[in-house]
């Protein structure tokens, strides 16, 4: 059973980096055909997908965080990062890390597997 | 960019019930349309894919239906358990979600 944590700082300053890490176990970042992905909820909104990071290197960003995001893996220690610069309040949010499946082979991508999620709070 | 639009925005329901929730999409989705419930304090947890197909350990009571721009999910008698937020999802956007709540 897959099981994926995520750990960072819970207070940003705004204009800094947002830096997360989401620390897999029962599985293997490398090695799989899957899409390790971060996705964030305002409070009390909805799902934001932000990004992921596919086993053969490969990376894609939603437009609406392309230029300021970040995300990489460290096979070593079996987890991933995100990366977020420039931060404002508007970065307050539930950050998750999650697993994704391509159900038909046409990147039609359904999140299987979730970390519990990590409240991040942008504030001086 | 498809947009994602889910109705009602609250359904109040009582045990027993039957619900049902509907996702519009802005342009067609095919059959790629995913479901997601997500209880208070919890991550989202996947319910069906492909329209219709239930998740891992997902109940008979859940079913999904529809195509191209508009799809459904009904559970056809509530359990306490699922009282919760029901979002849709389509390639990289999710709808604003549908809150069933306890009549």
């Known amino acids: 059973q897959v099981q994926l944590q995520e750990s960072g700082p819970g207070l940003v300053k705004p204009s800094q980096t947002l830096s997360l890490i989401c620390t897999v176990s029962?599985?293997?970042?490398?090695?799989?055909?899957?899409?390790w992905s971060w996705i964030r909820q305002h409070p009390e909104k909805g799902l934001e997908f932000i990004a992921y990071?596919?086993?053969?290197?490969?990376?894609y960003y939603s437009p609406s965080f392309k230029g300021r995001t970040t995300v990489s893996i460290d096979t070593s220690k079996n987890h991933f990062s995100l990366k977020l610069t420039s931060v404002t309040a508007a970065d307050t949010a539930n950050y998750y890390c999650?697993?994704?499946?391509?159900?038909?082979?046409?990147?039609?991508?359904?999140?299987?597997?979730w970390g519990r999620g990590t409240l991040v709070t942008v504030s001086s | 960019e498809i947009v994602l639009t889910q109705s009602p925005a609250t359904l109040s329901l009582s045990p027993g019930e039957r619900a049902t929730l509907s996702c519009r999409a802005s342009?067609?989705?095919?059959?790629?349309l995913s479901w997601y419930q997500q209880k208070p304090g919890q991550a989202p947890r996947l319910l069906m894919f492909?329209?219709?197909k239930r998740a891992t350990g997902i109940p008979a009571r859940f079913s999904g239906s529809g195509s191209g721009t508009d799809f459904t999910l009904t559970i056809s008698s509530l359990e306490p358990e699922d009282f919760a937020v029901y979002y849709c999802q389509h390639l990289f956007t999710f709808g604003p979600g549908t809150k069933v709540d306890i009549k």
């Open positions: 492909e329209t219709s």
């Open positions: 999650a697993r994704a499946s391509d159900s038909s082979g046409f990147l039609t991508l359904i999140w299987d597997n």
């Open positions: 029962g599985d293997s970042i490398r090695g799989g055909a899957y899409y």
């Open positions: 342009q067609g989705a095919s059959r790629f």
């Open positions: 990071f596919y086993d053969s290197g490969n990376t």
